[in-house]
């Protein structure tokens, strides 16, 4: 039924929360785990033409390799296969193709990743997966840990009414 299970990382602690629920689901149904970082292209542009540009790609990319290197020894530690992959381009709408390609049975992502105030206003990523893709995608929220949690607001931060 799943046999093919994706988890997008950008190596972002909520990202690393997907890539655990993803191979405990995947050491449940004995899926191939599929690993895959996209590096942003607008980000991967933006860098100044300073002549680092090809530089700059190539530390995405290697960053990229890196992270789903460690989902894939995550998942031989749990005794299953996993595909690496990483791409260029926009992030949900890669995403989407990478599920119609490799025939992906579900999708695990991490509710909000590296984006800033900008994904908050725009809408995640994975919000916009889970209405591109046909197929169950399961989308992993965790507190953040002690060391995030200045960024929540306070009780006497709260205006009362």
């Not at 119609?100 to 909000?112: L, P, Q, T």
Request: charged share 30%; aromatic share 4%.
């Amino acid at each position: 039924m799943y046999d093919n299970l994706l988890v997008p990382t950008d190596g972002s602690e909520q990202a690393g929360n997907a890539v655990e629920e993803g191979i405990r689901l995947a050491s449940e149904l004995d899926a191939t785990v599929h690993a895959l970082h996209v590096v942003d292209e607008f980000e991967a542009k933006i860098v100044p033409i300073t002549g680092e540009q090809d530089e700059k790609r190539a530390e995405y990319i290697e960053y990229g390799e890196r992270i789903t290197g460690e989902v894939a020894d995550l998942a031989e530690d749990a005794g299953l296969d996993c595909i690496t992959t990483v791409e260029t381009g926009i992030a949900n709408k890669k995403i989407a193709s990478y599920v119609e390609e490799n025939d992906i049975d579900m999708v695990v992502i991490g509710s909000r990743g590296l984006g800033g105030v900008e994904e908050m206003l725009l809408g995640s990523t994975a919000d916009k997966v889970v209405r591109l893709v046909d197929v169950p995608v399961t989308v992993v929220y965790k507190r953040p840990t002690e060391s995030l949690r200045w960024m929540l607001p306070s009780a006497e931060d709260t205006i009362h009414r």
